[in-house]
């Protein structure tokens, strides 16, 4: 059985209900952040009030892209 994208939607919406439980956290709101979300996995985020956030892990590690940039 392999990891599918929806997978990490399903354990972030559980996660939060969970933490919504709780009156001294609530309300708590997700974000779904990752290198790349398929449309799928943004459609189900999207749909159950979760935001979406792609991120480019060497840009966050401080290594410069190999790619062109113009500023």
């Known amino acids: 059985m392999g990891f599918h994208a929806s ?3 399903e354990q972030l919406t559980r996660y939060l209900e969970l933490l919504n439980r709780d009156p001294l956290l609530a309300p708590v709101q997700g974000v779904f952040a990752a290198q790349i979300i398929k449309p799928q996995a943004r459609t189900l985020a999207e ?4 935001r ?3 991120l480019d892990y060497d ?7 190999d790619e062109f940039r113009l500023f």
Do not use: A, F, H, W
């Open 59 to 65: 840009e966050l590690r401080g290594i410069e892209s």
């Open 52 to 54: 979406c956030l792609t």
């Open 47 to 50: 749909d159950r009030g979760i």
């Open 7 to 9: 997978d990490g939607v």
